[in-house]
């Protein structure tokens, strides 16, 4: 199975709205960490936000948050009141100890958002 | 946040020249440094990942004579490309860690092999 699933390549949305990217993930460690980055046409990976295993609730980051259903194994990214600075590539990424605790990155998703 | 640099940015070189890549931690001490390489609208594919003071550990199908990475210190690794080919034309982006914690990235080096 795929270790990290993104099955979007591309995704559009208007400004203002909200957008989720999806993330779908394969460990059998009960421990790891799931992790969302940005990555503008500038090439640097910027971190948005964090997610334990362990975590009782959803992480947010300002406009950032992050469904986590853990049974499904998803992470899904939200992005609330898109700007047009949020057009990028997203990726989602999983750290485990089955996979030697290195992040592991999905495939991306190019998010554009239209004015 | 911890701040990772690279330099050079940007390099062109001739095929059949070697190029090195730094890679810095600048306000931190980064026990494991990572090395990836990117092709364009392609994710992030780990190259090596090296520890101060040790041998790197290459993943499967890099050629570790190619690639030679050097982590001389708890703020430096680099990455040297040998004999350089127009294949190995790709952006690459380093990472370091500080223990068991959080990953920082550099902000990429493209190589152009001509």
């Known amino acids: 199975a795929q270790k990290i699933t993104q099955t979007q390549p591309g995704m559009f949305v208007q400004e203002k709205e909200a957008v989720t990217l999806d993330c779908t993930y394969d460990t059998s460690d009960p421990s790891y960490g799931l992790f969302w980055y940005k990555q503008p046409s500038s090439g640097e990976m910027i971190f948005l936000i964090y997610?334990?295993?362990?975590?009782?609730q959803n992480a947010t980051e300002g406009r950032y948050s992050l469904n986590f259903q853990k049974a499904r194994k998803s992470a899904n990214l939200v992005i609330s009141a898109s700007q047009l600075g949020d057009s990028a590539m997203y990726f989602c990424a999983m750290r485990a100890p089955e996979y030697g605790n290195k992040l592991v990155f999905g495939a991306g998703t190019i998010l554009r958002v239209k004015s | 946040g911890a701040v990772v640099s690279q330099h050079p940015s940007r390099v062109i070189c001739k095929s059949g020249t070697s190029v090195k890549i730094e890679c810095r931690s600048l306000d931190f001490q980064a026990t494991t440094m990572f090395w990836y390489r990117q092709f364009p609208k392609q994710s992030l594919m780990l190259m090596a990942t090296?520890?101060?003071?040790?041998?790197?550990?290459?993943e499967q199908g890099v050629e570790k004579d190619k690639f030679l990475i050097n982590h001389a210190s708890l703020t430096l690794s680099t990455l040297t490309v040998t004999s350089a080919h127009p294949e190995d034309s790709s952006f690459y982006i380093c990472?370091?860690?500080?223990?068991?914690?959080?990953?920082?990235f550099g902000p990429g080096t493209r190589l152009t092999v001509t």
């Open positions: 090296s520890n101060e003071g040790s041998k790197a550990t290459y």
């Open positions: 997610q334990g295993s362990y975590d009782q």
């Open positions: 990472s370091a860690r500080a223990g068991n914690y959080e990953q920082y």
